[in-house]
């Protein structure tokens, strides 16, 4: 029995070319397409494929916030993103929402028909290339978890206001304390987060999302 397959992808080519490629030896039958990732959500209330091939940039919803809608209504659909981004950030965020293969589109087509089967069946599939810098960045977040594990909720607090540039006096009128006190917090977490100075706290306060940048 042949997999059903559905391509959410917003160039009409491209959908083209892997419905070609998928249906050419009869393993595959391309279901459903989707041109945007509202129009992708709007087609899996009625339509149940094995997989769905996801691109990341697509209008209206893109490939992560449709991943993310999926995991919301507990959508059974393996999904497998195809993508042009081998930045490791988006395959961070889509390995978190809960995908169940990454892939590039440069990839060759045998890969990408392995890449199907296996999540299909069960099984992660990530990009060959891209698993040494992702478990890398998992180690890195590894470390800045236990990092903040070591600080106390002041110290938290203090940090949020580094980062967004408050010097230790605005801190201290902020939280109602001393500038000494701000000090010695300063200098606690500058140790236990292994960082020297209040840009490199700042870097390390916005990559664990403790404040936000938009």
């Known amino acids: 029995m042949a997999v059903k397959v559905m391509i959410a992808d917003d160039h009409s080519m491209i959908r083209e070319g892997l419905k070609q ?20 959500l709007n087609k899996l209330e009625d339509i149940y494929p094995d997989v769905l091939l996801l ?15 999926l995991k919301r209504r507990r959508n059974k659909v393996k999904v497998l993103v ?5 930045e490791v950030e988006y395959l961070l965020k889509a390995v ?9 589109k440069d ?24 698993i040494p810098v992702l ?27 580094l980062a967004f540039g408050m010097y230790n006096k605005d801190v201290a009128e902020r939280l109602e304390i ?7 917090h300063v200098s606690n977490i500058f140790k236990k987060i292994s960082v ?4 490199q706290a700042a870097v390390f306060a916005i990559r664990n999302n403790l404040i936000s940048v938009h």
């Not at 195809?82 to 081998?86: G, R, W």
């Not at 978190?96 to 590039?104: A, H, M, Q, T, W």
């Not at 890969?111 to 296996?118: S, V």
């Not at 020297?196 to 840009?199: F, H, I, S, V, Y």
């Open 135 to 161: 478990n890398a960045k998992m180690i890195d977040r590894d470390n800045d978890s236990e990092k903040l594990n070591k600080l106390t909720k002041r110290e938290l607090e203090v940090l949020k206001l």
């Open 107 to 130: 990839s060759e087509s045998s890969e990408l028909k392995k890449a199907i089967l296996a999540v299909v069946g069960g099984d992660d599939y990530i990009q060959p290339s891209l």
């Open 196 to 199: 020297t100075d209040r840009t």
């Open 55 to 69: 691109d990341i940039n697509m209008p209206k919803k893109n490939g992560l916030e449709v991943l993310e809608s």
């Open 82 to 86: 195809l993508t042009v981004h081998n």
């Open 96 to 104: 978190d929402i809960g995908v169940n293969g990454y892939l590039l």
């Open 178 to 184: 001393s500038e000494r006190t701000v000090k010695n």
């Open 21 to 40: 490629l998928l249906e050419l030896e009869g393993d595959f039958e391309v279901i459903a397409e989707a041109c945007d990732g509202i129009d992708c």
